[in-house]
């Protein structure tokens, strides 16, 4: 398959930066440094391209109905112009991702998933819409540009300093550097800030009138180091069609009252008998780095798999998440991590390793 | 530019021989730049015997890690710890304040495996081109 790439593709190039496929798509790892980058959101802004998150329109009669068929909160209960986090689940409960929703108008939605396994879960959407013929299903991705302005300074910066009135989660259409874009408080890195969607023609000028400010672009790898810190899930790795949301830490996405959704049953099934592991994130007491696929043990025996790990930069210690038996999934539980042949002493902590004052 | 005393590894690995069999290693500028912000070093413990092209340590940068392999076979004498406690040395002085360990060399004939810096350059200036395209 071709790798596709993003309207900002020839900036990316011409900025010298680091690049590397993901999920099928030419993007950047990072532009200059990872700890520059990260410490630039924290402290000031930052601006990432992320024009390969699927941009999916849906419209039409009963828009809402359909989608609250597919997701695990009920979209019809978004008020126009807020969103929300939610999941899409098989009917075995297994997370085939975790997206947001948008509600634009009155049968309008816009759903912002990620860029892997985009086609499966476009054909997913599409067999499940029978039931629904007057839904419309769009994917605008291709004709759009997606950018994210994250860090303490992003709500000053010009055009953006009027937003301030926009709740977390709300979204709006808005005129930035003269430009038609939807505006949402929404972001992946642990800060304040905004993800805007643009037509992809105006993706380059929009970009540098951000960059013309001082805010400093940023590649993949901060944004991993940064939604670790502040413990976001990353799916492919933190969870997947082979794990439950509660399984997850994920059951505060999944309204079991009101709509029937798809794998409504198992997960109701899965909260009243239990859980037999879930995700935790944890903190290496020394220096080694815990890395994705790496074996948790404890009392000398195998009890999980890392799924993320990284230095923190904010924190300046190593932290991660992994799976590990329900019974030992309590803060302050000792583990080891096996690295290079060696176990290495880590302890259970809060996943929230970063919480912005 | 890579320094001209120095001779190189495909791995993107240096040594710098002094008189009397010994020499100091590290990674060449290219591959910290590839590596990106390094933030551990996994160094062989000083006395540990190496063979020439095994691994004998690890880098760990922000994103990921990566195996460090030796250009010569030999014995540890000395690790930088410096580096080992200031990893970013060998982001911002590879050749210098960022070497890694110190050995002595048990065959100098292993020298004319490695590339002379004249050829690094070339082999440098190859990979950066593949990857431009």
């Given at each position: 398959m071709q790798t596709l790439r993003t309207p900002l593709n020839k900036v990316h190039h011409d900025l010298k930066a680091k690049i590397v496929e993901f999920a099928g798509w030419e993007l950047p790892i990072w532009f200059t440094s990872i700890l520059e980058e990260h410490r630039a959101v924290r402290s000031r802004a930052g601006i990432f391209d992320v024009s390969h998150m699927g941009r999916i329109q849906v419209s039409g009669e009963n828009a809402g109905a359909f989608l609250d068929r597919m997701f695990t909160r009920p979209a019809q209960r978004l008020a126009v112009g807020s969103s929300q986090l939610c999941l899409m689940c098989l009917e075995n409960g297994g997370i085939l991702d975790d997206l947001f929703v948008y509600r634009v108008d009155g049968e309008q939605y816009l759903i912002i998933w990620n860029a892997s396994h985009s086609q499966q879960k476009l054909d997913w959407v599409l067999s499940q819409k029978e039931e629904f013929p007057d839904v419309t299903v769009r994917n605008s991705t291709l004709d759009t540009a997606m950018l994210a302005v994250q860090g303490p300074d992003a709500i000053h910066l010009k055009d953006m300093?009027?937003?301030?009135?926009?709740?977390?989660f709300g979204h709006a259409q808005a005129k930035i550097a003269g430009f038609d874009v939807r505006v949402a408080r929404t972001g992946y890195t642990g800060e304040d800030g905004f993800e805007v969607i643009s037509e992809a023609a105006d993706a380059v000028p929009l970009w540098e009138s951000f960059t013309q400010q001082g805010v400093t672009p940023c590649g993949l790898g901060a944004r991993d180091s940064l939604r670790l810190e502040a413990g976001m899930l990353l799916y492919g790795q933190d969870m997947d069609t082979s794990t439950n949301p509660f399984e997850a830490d994920l059951g505060w996405l999944v309204d079991l009252d009101d709509t029937d959704f798809i794998g409504k049953q198992a997960l109701q099934a899965a909260n009243k008998w239990g859980i037999k592991r879930k995700l935790v994130g944890f903190q290496m007491n020394g220096r080694e780095i815990a890395r994705t696929g790496y074996s948790i043990y404890q009392s000398g025996r195998e009890v999980g798999r890392v799924t993320s790990g990284s230095y923190a930069p904010t924190l300046g210690v190593n932290i991660g998440m992994g799976y590990v038996p329900i019974e030992l999934a309590t803060i302050g539980t000792d583990i080891q991590i096996m690295i290079r042949n060696q176990l290495v002493d880590a302890r259970l902590v809060s996943k929230r390793f970063y919480k912005r004052r | 530019m890579n320094p001209k005393e120095c001779r190189y590894t495909k791995e993107h690995e240096w040594i710098r021989p002094e008189t009397g069999g010994f020499g100091k290693v590290g990674i060449t500028n290219y591959a910290q730049s590839q590596l990106g912000?390094?933030?551990f070093l996994a160094l062989p413990n000083v006395g540990t015997r190496v063979e020439q092209f095994q691994k004998m340590g690890e880098i760990e940068s922000v994103k990921a890690v990566s195996d460090l392999f030796t250009p010569v076979s030999g014995q540890i004498l000395e690790i930088n710890q410096a580096a080992a406690n200031k990893p970013e040395l060998v982001n911002q002085d590879p050749y210098g304040a960022g070497w890694l360990v110190r050995l002595k060399l048990s065959n100098l004939a292993e020298l004319d495996k490695l590339m002379p810096s004249a050829e690094y350059d070339q082999f440098e200036a190859k990979l950066t081109e593949d990857s431009s395209h």
């Amino acid at each position: 398959m071709q790798t596709l790439r993003t309207p900002l593709n020839k900036v990316h190039h011409d900025l010298k930066a680091k690049i590397v496929e993901f999920a099928g798509w030419e993007l950047p790892i990072w532009f200059t440094s990872i700890l520059e980058e990260h410490r630039a959101v924290r402290s000031r802004a930052g601006i990432f391209d992320v024009s390969h998150m699927g941009r999916i329109q849906v419209s039409g009669e009963n828009a809402g109905a359909f989608l609250d068929r597919m997701f695990t909160r009920p979209a019809q209960r978004l008020a126009v112009g807020s969103s929300q986090l939610c999941l899409m689940c098989l009917e075995n409960g297994g997370i085939l991702d975790d997206l947001f929703v948008y509600r634009v108008d009155g049968e309008q939605y816009l759903i912002i998933w990620n860029a892997s396994h985009s086609q499966q879960k476009l054909d997913w959407v599409l067999s499940q819409k029978e039931e629904f013929p007057d839904v419309t299903v769009r994917n605008s991705t291709l004709d759009t540009a997606m950018l994210a302005v994250q860090g303490p300074d992003a709500i000053h910066l010009k055009d953006m300093n009027r937003l301030s009135q926009l709740p977390r989660f709300g979204h709006a259409q808005a005129k930035i550097a003269g430009f038609d874009v939807r505006v949402a408080r929404t972001g992946y890195t642990g800060e304040d800030g905004f993800e805007v969607i643009s037509e992809a023609a105006d993706a380059v000028p929009l970009w540098e009138s951000f960059t013309q400010q001082g805010v400093t672009p940023c590649g993949l790898g901060a944004r991993d180091s940064l939604r670790l810190e502040a413990g976001m899930l990353l799916y492919g790795q933190d969870m997947d069609t082979s794990t439950n949301p509660f399984e997850a830490d994920l059951g505060w996405l999944v309204d079991l009252d009101d709509t029937d959704f798809i794998g409504k049953q198992a997960l109701q099934a899965a909260n009243k008998w239990g859980i037999k592991r879930k995700l935790v994130g944890f903190q290496m007491n020394g220096r080694e780095i815990a890395r994705t696929g790496y074996s948790i043990y404890q009392s000398g025996r195998e009890v999980g798999r890392v799924t993320s790990g990284s230095y923190a930069p904010t924190l300046g210690v190593n932290i991660g998440m992994g799976y590990v038996p329900i019974e030992l999934a309590t803060i302050g539980t000792d583990i080891q991590i096996m690295i290079r042949n060696q176990l290495v002493d880590a302890r259970l902590v809060s996943k929230r390793f970063y919480k912005r004052r | 530019m890579n320094p001209k005393e120095c001779r190189y590894t495909k791995e993107h690995e240096w040594i710098r021989p002094e008189t009397g069999g010994f020499g100091k290693v590290g990674i060449t500028n290219y591959a910290q730049s590839q590596l990106g912000d390094i933030v551990f070093l996994a160094l062989p413990n000083v006395g540990t015997r190496v063979e020439q092209f095994q691994k004998m340590g690890e880098i760990e940068s922000v994103k990921a890690v990566s195996d460090l392999f030796t250009p010569v076979s030999g014995q540890i004498l000395e690790i930088n710890q410096a580096a080992a406690n200031k990893p970013e040395l060998v982001n911002q002085d590879p050749y210098g304040a960022g070497w890694l360990v110190r050995l002595k060399l048990s065959n100098l004939a292993e020298l004319d495996k490695l590339m002379p810096s004249a050829e690094y350059d070339q082999f440098e200036a190859k990979l950066t081109e593949d990857s431009s395209h």
